[in-house]
Structures are given as structure tokens and as C-alpha cells.
């Protein structure tokens, strides 16, 4: 029976980076492991083929020679393909993994150690979830559903503490992939994204928006009442003949520190003139005087 194509056996393309091969490499690893497939022949002979392909894939040297040979390597001197006349550990030219001895595939899969022997801790989970802006600020409480390591829906309530950041990231213990010979769950890691908000936006603990102002307060000066985080609001001040694109700064009103919820970034707050559409002809010729006024001076 032919070999297969190792590209083929981990399902990645001929062009594939050495990350690539490395994700495809632990998935595929993962699901077929002897440990996690118990008194299953063929996802043991699947582990091993697996286990061969990334042997060969991952390592440079033995990549470019399977690319240009195949699996068979160069045909040496006396018509045997394994340099020296002897095949590589386990009976492949690259070394690849035949055996019965799955240490030292699982200490790289799982980090663990032998897992015919010694316990060993399961490996740690990550799931990416999405909150808003507002449950950054105050902090909340979420319940998500996510797919442990089995295959299996799962459910967890998670604590989002205030002043959480994009990518910032929240551990779970014990509730990642089960440990083996009793060795401890892995860790659930919710790694957190935030959704666009409608007004702010964040940099670090500061946040920043755009106030529509009519002309008439940039030029008259005037008050406007802004909603902030929190459910609250406050008063900007306009002092008149304001520029477009005025920025104040108000402090204290921004994002809370992850690290120390009482203390807060900035608030940067930008005014952006607001022109009519439409006119009267009262205004029309009020607007026509001034500009011969100011044409004038």
C-alpha cells in the first residue's frame, strides 16, 4: 500500500508555513492520541502516521529532502533509499515515530510527561469571546458557551473585572483539556475582544468622542450635555468663537484601570461644528451681512 502524502496527512498545503503545519499538526494530535482514544487500533496507526508527517514537515532539512525524494529519500549506493544502508528510528528514513513509546509526542502535544506512567496536567484552552464597551467599564458577570477539548458543549460563568482591555486575558482553573493518570485539568483562558462603540473610542484607559455642536453656540458659545460610562452625564461648557476641532480634556471620566478600579483614564472630547441645511431668508440675509461685514475689515 502506497504511503500517503504527508501534506495530505495533516491537511495542509505544499506551501504551508511551519506554524501552520505546528496548529494542524497539535489538532490532529490531540484528537487521535492513544490516551484520549482508548483500545482504538486505528486511531493509534492514524497517531502514528500523523506523528510521522510532523516529524519530516517540522524540521527543515528532512522537508527539503522528502519535497525533492518523497518518502523514500535519495536512493544511496547499494540501491537502499536510508543514508548508510539503514533505515531512521521506527523504520523511516526521517526518523519517524512507529513505536509504542508516545512520551516524548505527548510532552510536546501536552506538555505533560509520560502518560504510561506519571500523571500528567491537561493542556490549557483558549476561547475568545466578545463584550461591549460598557461591560469593560463597570465590570459583569457572563455565562458562555464554549466546546471542551471532547467535543462537547459546555457552559461557564465568568467574572469580567472593570477596566479589562482588548486581549486581555482571563484564567479559569481546572476547566481546560482533562489532565491523564489523574494529572489536573488544563486552565479555560478567555482571551476578551470589545465591540465598536457608537460614540467612544479607547485608547489605553483614555476615551475619546466627537461633539456635534450647532454654528450658532461655536460662534455665540453655549452649554451641551453629554452622555458618559456609567449611565451618567455632564456639561461641556462652549466658550464662544470655538474652532472646529477644539479637544477638551476632562479628567477622571475615562476607562477604569484593570489594575485599580477607583482610579480612571481621560475623557477627550472633540467639537465638530454642525452647519444648517436649511435657511430662512431672514437668516440667509444675516449670513450675507456678515460676510460683507467681514469682507470688509
Same mark, same amino acid.
Given at each position: 500500500?502506497?504511503?500517503?502524502?504527508?501534506?495530505?496527512?495533516?491537511?495542509?498545503?505544499?506551501?504551508?508555513?511551519?506554524?501552520?503545519?505546528?496548529?494542524?499538526?497539535? =489538532?490532529?494530535?490531540?484528537?487521535?492520541?492513544?490516551?484520549?482514544?482508548?483500545?482504538?487500533?486505528?486511531?493509534?496507526?492514524?497517531?502514528?502516521?500523523?506523528?510521522?508527517?510532523?516529524?519530516?514537515?517540522?524540521?527543515?532539512?528532512?522537508?527539503?529532502?522528502?519535497?525533492?525524494?518523497?518518502?523514500?529519500?535519495?536512493?544511496?549506493?547499494?540501491?537502499?533509499?536510508?543514508?548508510?544502508?539503514?533505515?531512521?528510528?521506527?523504520?523511516?528514513?526521517? !526518523?519517524?515515530?512507529?513505536?509504542? %513509546?508516545?512520551?516524548?509526542?505527548?510532552?510536546?502535544?501536552?506538555?505533560?510527561? %509520560?502518560?504510561?506512567?506519571?500523571?500528567?496536567? #491537561?493542556? %490549557?484552552?483558549?476561547?475568545?469571546?466578545?463584550?461591549?464597551?460598557?461591560?469593560?467599564?463597570?465590570?459583569?458577570?457572563?455565562?458562555?458557551?464554549?466546546?471542551?477539548?471532547? #467535543?462537547?458543549p459546555r457552559s461557564i460563568t465568568v467574572?469580567?473585572?472593570?477596566?479589562?482591555?482588548? /486581549?486581555?486575558?482571563?484564567?479559569?482553573?481546572?476547566?481546560?483539556?482533562?489532565?491523564?493518570? /489523574?494529572?489536573?485539568?488544563? %486552565?479555560?483562558?478567555?482571551?476578551?475582544?470589545?465591540? =465598536?462603540?457608537?460614540?467612544?473610542?479607547r485608547n489605553g484607559n483614555d476615551l475619546?468622542?466627537?461633539?456635534?455642536?450647532?454654528?450658532?453656540?461655536?460662534?455665540?458659545? /453655549?452649554?451641551?450635555?453629554?452622555?458618559?460610562? !456609567?449611565?451618567?452625564?455632564?456639561?461641556?461648557?462652549?466658550?464662544?468663537?470655538?474652532?472646529?476641532?477644539?479637544?477638551?480634556?476632562i479628567p477622571n471620566q475615562g476607562m477604569?484601570?484593570?489594575?485599580?478600579?477607583?482610579?480612571? !483614564?481621560?475623557?477627550?472630547?472633540?467639537?465638530?461644528?454642525?452647519?444648517?441645511?436649511?435657511?430662512?431668508?431672514?437668516?440667509?440675509?444675516?449670513?450675507?451681512?456678515?460676510?460683507?461685514?467681514?469682507?470688509?475689515?
Amino acid at each position: 500500500m502506497a504511503q500517503r502524502n504527508y501534506y495530505d496527512v495533516l491537511g495542509v498545503p505544499r506551501d504551508a508555513s511551519e506554524e501552520e503545519i505546528r496548529k494542524a499538526y497539535r =489538532a490532529l494530535a490531540r484528537k487521535f492520541h492513544p490516551d484520549v482514544n482508548p483500545n482504538n487500533p486505528q486511531a493509534e496507526a492514524r497517531f502514528k502516521e500523523i506523528s510521522e508527517a510532523n516529524t519530516v514537515l517540522s524540521d527543515k532539512n528532512k522537508r527539503a529532502q522528502y519535497d525533492r525524494f518523497g518518502a523514500a529519500g535519495p536512493t544511496q549506493p547499494g540501491g537502499s533509499p536510508f543514508p548508510g544502508g539503514q533505515p531512521g528510528p521506527g523504520g523511516s528514513p526521517f !526518523g519517524g515515530f512507529q513505536g509504542g %513509546d508516545f512520551s516524548d509526542i505527548f510532552e510536546s502535544i501536552f506538555g505533560g510527561t %509520560d502518560p504510561r506512567g506519571r500523571s500528567s496536567q #491537561g493542556q %490549557d484552552v483558549e476561547q475568545k469571546v466578545e463584550i461591549t464597551l460598557e461591560e469593560a467599564f463597570t465590570g459583569s458577570e457572563r455565562r458562555f458557551q464554549f466546546h471542551a477539548p471532547s #467535543g462537547q458543549p459546555r457552559s461557564i460563568t465568568v467574572k469580567i473585572p472593570p477596566g479589562i482591555e482588548a /486581549g486581555g486575558r482571563i484564567r479559569i482553573p481546572a476547566e481546560g483539556a482533562p489532565g491523564f493518570n /489523574g494529572g489536573r485539568r488544563g %486552565d479555560l483562558i478567555i482571551v476578551v475582544g470589545i465591540t =465598536a462603540h457608537v460614540r467612544y473610542e479607547r485608547n489605553g484607559n483614555d476615551l475619546s468622542a466627537k461633539v456635534p455642536v450647532d454654528l450658532y453656540e461655536m460662534i455665540l458659545g /453655549g452649554e451641551v450635555k453629554i452622555p458618559v460610562m !456609567g449611565g451618567k452625564s455632564l456639561t461641556l461648557k462652549i466658550p464662544p468663537l470655538s474652532q472646529n476641532g477644539t479637544t477638551h480634556r476632562i479628567p477622571n471620566q475615562g476607562m477604569p484601570l484593570r489594575s485599580n478600579a477607583t482610579q480612571r !483614564g481621560d475623557l477627550y472630547l472633540s467639537l465638530e461644528v454642525v452647519l444648517p441645511t436649511v435657511l430662512t431668508d431672514g437668516e440667509r440675509e444675516l449670513f450675507v451681512k456678515l460676510a460683507h461685514a467681514a469682507a470688509r475689515t
